[in-house]
């Protein structure tokens, strides 16, 4: 099984709901990541999880919450979000977060439309 | 700060091949370089890897100088469904696995 897998494919949501995101993968892999991206641009980075623990936070903003329950599963709780923030959120995984080799694999994503 | 630029879009045809650059001025002397590939809304896609010459795999080589400041995704007799954004990426001197610019190859009959 080599797939990242992500929930829900769409989610429209008003600026004063709660909302998550979710992100699978049975690699067994120790390194999770969350990346935002808007339209023609790179994904960008915004959290990095290794062997649980958050190790990179990119200054997000708080109304976007990451949570690691075990090594398989990442979450993106979502509160308060601005019309700013619709995009495609993408969960990637990789064997290590340290590792040089730079191999990631992404799920395809959940759209975001904030209203 | 680590920087890794490419050129914003190339055009080919069919059954040409297509050689697209990457500037990454930074990059780590352990880290190797990673090319992937994005359709719309889609993650991307792994292409293929390296650290310096040349490597080649099924789909695509990619060739790196001796001062790794920049690198070349090689893509042999491309298809109309090779049309795509392509993404280089060097790991940087802090791991974060930053992407480049990317380059939107669009490839015409």
């Known amino acids: 099984d080599t797939e990242v897998t992500q929930t829900p494919k769409h989610l429209v949501m008003g600026m004063t709901n709660k909302k998550s995101l979710k992100c699978e993968q049975h690699m067994g892999h120790r390194a999770m990541y969350w990346y935002k991206q808007k339209a023609k641009k790179p994904p960008e980075l915004m959290f990095v999880?290794?062997?649980?623990?958050?190790?990179i936070n990119e200054s997000v903003p708080s109304r976007f919450s990451p949570e690691c329950p075990n090594s398989s599963l990442l979450n993106l709780h979502l509160h308060a979000l601005q019309p700013e923030d619709s995009a495609l959120y993408l969960c990637a995984s990789s064997q290590r977060q340290r590792q040089n080799t730079g191999e990631l694999f992404f799920g395809e994503g959940s759209r975001l439309t904030v209203l | 700060l680590a920087k890794t630029t490419q050129p914003i879009s190339m055009d080919s045809y069919e059954g040409q091949e297509v050689n697209i650059t990457c500037s990454h001025n930074?990059?780590?002397?352990?880290?190797?370089i990673t090319w992937y590939q994005q359709f719309p809304s889609q993650g991307p896609r792994f292409i293929i890897q390296?650290?310096?010459t040349k490597v080649t795999n099924e789909v695509a080589s990619l060739f790196i100088p001796a001062d790794r400041k920049s690198s070349t995704l090689s893509l042999p007799r491309v298809s109309l469904s090779d049309t795509a954004v392509y993404y280089c990426?060097?790991?940087?001197?802090?791991?974060?696995?930053?992407f480049g610019t990317g380059t939107l190859l669009a490839v015409q009959p």
């Open positions: 930074n990059i780590a002397t352990n880290d190797y």
């Open positions: 390296g650290y310096k």
């Open positions: 999880y290794s062997y649980e623990k958050l190790s």
């Open positions: 990426l060097g790991g940087g001197a802090t791991n974060k696995l930053i």
